[in-house]
C-alpha cells in the first residue's frame, strides 16, 4: 500500500522567466523545462492508461492507490500546464510554435498507443517511466538535503519539489500493477528500457530548442540527476529491483508539509 494524500497546489507563478531560466546552469534549466513541457502529455496518458486497467485490479489497496495516483497525476499536469503556458508566452511565437509541435507529436504517440497497443504495453511504459522519475527525484532530494541543486526557491523550483516528493511517495504504483497483472523480469526491462529511450528522446528534442532560443548551442548532455542517480536508476533493471524497498529522503515529508497546497 503506498499511502498517497492528494494534494491541489496552489503555485504563484510569475509572468516572467527569470525563475526557470536564471541563467546559474543554463543546460541544467533547459533540460528541466524540457521535461515540463512534456507533462501535460505524459500525465494525461499515464491517466487514460490506468482508467483502462484499473477494472482488472482486483486487491482493493493497489485499486485505492491507483485512484490516487491518477488525481495526484491530474494535480501535476494542471500545474505544468500553467507554467508551461508562461515558457510558451515569453519565448515568443516562432519557438512555441516548435514547441507545440514536438510536443503535439508526443501527444499522437501516447493517444496511438492508449488506442493500439496493449494492455501490457501500456503499463510497462508507465512502469518504466515512474522507475525513471523515482530514481531521478530521490537523487533530487538527496542533492537539496546535500545543499546542492537549486539556488533559489521561487514557484518553479517549489513546483519541482512538490512533484519530485510526489513521485517518491507513489513510487510503487506502477511497478504493483505492472505485477499485479502481467509480471516477467525480462519483460519489465524490455519495456522499461524502450519507454525510457522514447521519452527520453522527445525530452532531448525539446530540450534543444530550449537551448537556441536561450543562445546556447544545441548540443546535449546528462543530466545534473544523473551524476548522483546514475546507480540507483540502474539498480531499477535488477531482477530483485522492489521500488518499495526504496526509502524515502526525510526531505520528502518536509517538502509535502510546507508546499503551498491543501489536501482534498
Keep these: 500500500m503506498a499511502n498517497l494524500t ?3 497546489a496552489s503555485f504563484q507563478f510569475p509572468d516572467e522567466l527569470d525563475d526557470i531560466f536564471p ?4 543546460e541544467a534549466e533547459c533540460y528541466l523545462a524540457a521535461f515540463s513541457l512534456t507533462m501535460p502529455v505524459l500525465e494525461p496518458y499515464l491517466i487514460r492508461t490506468y482508467r483502462s486497467l484499473a477494472e482488472q485490479i482486483t486487491d482493493p489497496e493497489l485499486a485505492r492507490d491507483v ?3 491518477i488525481q495526484q497525476e491530474a494535480q501535476h499536469h494542471k500545474n505544468h500546464a500553467r507554467v508551461n503556458a508562461v515558457i510558451h508566452e515569453r519565448l515568443g511565437p516562432e519557438v512555441a510554435a516548435e514547441l507545440k509541435a514536438l510536443e503535439d507529436r508526443l501527444d499522437r504517440d501516447y493517444r496511438r498507443y492508449n488506442a493500439t497497443r496493449s494492455h501490457r504495453f501500456n503499463a510497462l511504459y508507465a512502469e ?3 522507475a525513471m522519475t523515482c530514481a531521478m527525484a530521490v537523487s533530487m532530494m538527496e542533492r537539496a538535503a546535500a545543499g546542492e541543486g537549486f539556488r533559489r526557491f521561487g514557484a518553479w523550483q517549489q513546483l519541482w519539489a512538490w512533484h519530485a516528493a510526489e513521485e517518491i511517495e507513489h513510487r510503487t504504483v506502477a511497478f504493483g500493477v505492472y505485477e499485479h497483472l502481467h509480471g516477467g523480469y ?3 526491462v524490455w519495456g522499461s528500457m524502450r519507454a525510457q529511450v522514447h521519452f527520453g528522446l522527445c525530452v532531448a528534442r525539446l530540450e534543444r530548442v530550449l ?4 543562445g546556447r548551442p544545441a548540443k546535449l548532455r546528462l543530466p ?3 551524476k548522483d542517480g546514475r546507480r540507483r536508476f540502474l539498480a531499477t533493471y535488477h531482477w530483485r529491483y522492489d521500488p518499495s524497498a ?3 529522503p526525510a526531505l520528502v515529508d518536509m517538502v509535502l508539509a510546507n508546499m503551498p497546497t491543501n489536501p482534498t
Excluded: Y
Design 211 to 214: 537551448l537556441a532560443a536561450n
Design 67 to 69: 485512484q490516487h495516483f
Design 186 to 188: 525480462l519483460r519489465r
Design 128 to 130: 518504466g517511466f515512474e
Design 6 to 8: 492528494v494534494r491541489k
Design 224 to 226: 545534473s540527476w544523473w
Design 23 to 26: 541563467g546559474d546552469d543554463i
Design 246 to 248: 526504496i526509502e524515502a
